[in-house]
């Protein structure tokens, strides 16, 4: 049982190191990654297959579990549909964009964070009419911002998977002022993006899927609502604070669970798939059925709450 | 939309209290239960039936939804098979043993502080060799034991589904000190109990499952353990500890999502089911499917980590 | 005893309300202020101290206790010592800028939520040559960014104390990297200001201080550090939920000691004062103490640890 | 610069180890103590004092730096005084009954874990007329029980520094639950003692102050207070959860404050003393002055609210 030091890069090197009972005492409350990452992605570098397929053979591995989100698994699925390397897939990433799973490791922690933001900012309400803007990740899927947002009770909720209309939602913060709140929460998902030609942008690039690349929507979007709304706006960008810390119990035992499986399935010579969560059980998916598509928040959970736009 | 005050006490008296946005503002971050709760159990009250039934004419309701655990919801059943009373329910126990979820609101909270206790003794390794025992809740399953304890790398894990052999887990502590170890931590559910003939046992009752109930299980192992292994032993009871406090954000999303589906279903006359948690969808079962049998941890759980015991 | 609504802003207008058993129930464990603040400042509204006089005898009070940090307490002293105001001061502020208390009512439950923040950081070294920048309160005094960046092992303190060389802060960064660590913490406070001459900045005012007022001091130095080092910066603005939340025990013994020990002088008579924290007893100090100057950091915390610049 | 293993354990069996950069790093999060402690009192051992002055030849050390409580400082004062062994000793206990300092390291985190518990159980309000019983620590003192029960808001807290009459408890919970409260909550230190007469006790030894050693003192008067007052009633004994975990922030700077002050005054050859806190500011006692008597809870801290009882 070897471990790769900071993802395919390791790989690529052919540097291993020995995993056992000694070096892998006391991770279990260790947020982060202990083997560390990098943005590697093994199909674009030069002869990368290759190199993967020799590391096997000189150490000579059975197959690689792979540890990782979208990016790493999707390079995992080309190298096992394509290249027959014999890979089980561990959905690890805060962004819980993975299909094949319930929840992915890291997403139940990062929403504990962002909600301890939330139900913080709801006990500062000290002046008159003032919004709270804050910023929590997900680039392209907006699972942290709904959940927290749900469970902090925000009044407005503003992500990826509905693009929105900042003079709807200067409205309702208006209306519910106008009904005697004195305080309002927004939270909005670093890639939540306006509704074409609602709102005013500064320069942008696009990223892949054609919408607007906005360093920082939330300081962007803060001072158009006091433009609007005549309210005091204060903004909170939380950052990487919701990737850091012990991990929560959730969090670890899906950890144990999913890591004692990926090792029974190794065993068995199951390659080529991921495994998952469902309820309290383990399942498992194919690695193209894991990453064919992002999984974005349902919009059942949409109307859960009159507090999303778009 | 009214509440009822005290569970089945307050429908049998027909005491109802007005539910708006006003009577519920601020209880998203509050622990327990707004409305109180009783034992009653309206299948033996006298009259209980049809006092509920005249209570549902009088107040011109369409029918109740019941937030409960396995009593409340068993009651609930047969209100609604056997009588014809319109329910729809809503899993709420720390428990986690009702069928038709995979999780019930309050169990993550109560496995979040369960959790927390187990980490805070694995720092307290001040002395060689001590054994900590903490009772965690749980009468008739180890859904928190089990958890908190993979959670938080318990070194033997007690729990009702399985009878405890103390003197194997007294080996186990004995082997372990030998290789080095100078602490151990064993989390003991409060149902759990010990085979037959393994143990002496103070005198006690027996439950509806003829087990012995004994009261403080803990209290019992942890003389014996530190009869039999020589090490120093200390216990810790968290108790009621475990029920209370702000509700972690998995519950605060959970309640919010199956409280807005108890209220679609209502809406539709969809009665006689329980709404339930799948991964992140809503799903339904009929009360029946989720109270038939207690839900009991999936023995692969018990497979991930070498610390169950029976 | 009767509250005041929103601060001076209540007594000016004379809207008082009853503060009893009833209706202070529960408070303890909510943060921010029950009875609401403002900006207001008594001493520079027009018959601002005419209409406090005439509040007082309206409502036959005997004085005010006058809840609150250097603004508030500033104002009081001018209204106790020039107008014979009867006034008893309770600091309550995060800033812990008052002399005359140990410690000010708020600010350990601030240290404790920015303290978690840089621990977060710390966990979320996944890629190398990495620096995180953590923007705190402290426009005047760093007590915030010393103590959490002191618990919590930051690599650079900035604090408004010591105006700092972005210079020295990259070169010490840089070496740090090269003697192998991978991943370095920045705390800057607010009113952290460059040394005069050592970085261009952008346009800005200047303070009662004739210090430049930076809007985001984070998001000037994030860049630069990156720029000078080459190593990627990102930057957390943790901004208002440094105020909020359940308050900790430190602040809630020290809110209802020094509640006491102000009734208890106000019964006696004992005007013109501010109570406040000597260890585990409370003390007194004239309002000119408390508030003559802003107490800083003193210079030996800035001994403690290698990390401060300036 | 060295440490010692296991306390006076390591210095009598002369076995040091490195402290350096290196074997000190990451320490800052983790709880209990890096170095390990044991029980052995250096001055009752068989040539104690002789083996701990050969130690120091030895290794050519300068003095010690004693890092305890109560009973290792009290050693370090006759070592100092009687047998001039140069000892500067720093005050961590989480009793905080150490005089020469505000409070002691540890202190603050035992009553913040403490707090949490108080806070939890609030919110189990879910039967009528319930008791909970929470027992602490303090064998002595009632710090702890003093000041996580004002923070919590207990309805009773029974310390050592006053004994209680059980049945005055009784009456105060029956009144309150007279004028409509449900729920109460008493915090009792395990070292609270009933006053002589008021209640019949189980078999007891007496400790150094002639007073009943009562195991378990919670589970004494619960059942106590069952009887009384008719109200069922649940314990909880929180044990050694409240030594353990990470250390809060005030903790953390408190420890590096002491820590470097420590070093100063050995560099400067300042022996014979115990560092120790005054506000933000380190100040120095005598060893005699911080280990002469138990620094007990001041009274006025008993009359914050009326729920001391003695």
């Given at each position: 049982m070897f471990g790769f030091r900071n993802g395919w890069r390791g790989v690529l090197d052919s540097t291993v190191e020995r995993l056992d009972r000694r070096s892998t005492?006391?991770?279990?409350?260790?947020?982060?990654?202990?083997l560390g990452t990098s943005r590697t992605n093994p199909i674009s570098e030069p002869d990368g297959v290759a190199r993967i397929t020799e590391t096997l053979e000189v150490h000579e591995l059975d197959g690689l579990i792979v540890i990782g989100g979208e990016g790493t698994l999707s390079a995992s699925r080309v190298l096992s549909e394509e290249h027959g390397v014999p890979i089980i897939g561990v959905p690890k990433t805060i962004d819980n964009d993975l299909g094949g799973t319930d929840f992915t490791i890291g997403f139940s922690t990062a929403v504990d964070v962002a909600t301890d933001a939330v139900d913080r900012l709801h006990s500062?309400?000290?002046?008159?009419n003032r919004i709270m803007v804050l910023e929590l990740m997900g680039r392209h899927v907006g699972w942290i911002a709904t959940y927290a947002g749900l469970a902090g009770g925000a009044d407005a909720i503003l992500v990826p998977e509905r693009s929105f209309d900042i003079n709807k939602v200067c409205r309702h913060l208006k209306r519910r002022h106008g009904m005697g709140r004195s305080f309002s929460i927004v939270v909005v998902a670093e890639g939540a993006v306006p509704a074409e030609g609602t709102m005013a942008l500064p320069d942008y690039e696009t990223d892949d899927f054609g919408r607007p690349v906005l360093g920082g929507i939330a300081n962007i979007i803060g001072p158009e609502i006091e433009r609007q709304t005549g309210f005091e706006t204060r903004v909170t960008v939380l950052g990487h604070v919701q990737r850091g810390g012990r991990p929560n119990a959730t969090d670890r035992v899906l950890g144990s669970s999913l890591g004692k499986a990926a090792m029974d399935h190794a065993a068995e010579g199951n390659w080529g798939i991921m495994v998952g969560q469902d309820g309290a059980h383990v399942t498992t998916a194919s690695l193209g059925e894991a990453t064919r598509e992002l999984k974005t928040v349902p919009s059942e959970m949409f109307e859960t709450a009159r507090v999303f736009f778009g």
């Open positions: 005492q006391g991770i279990l409350l260790r947020g982060g990654t202990v500062t309400a000290e002046s008159h």
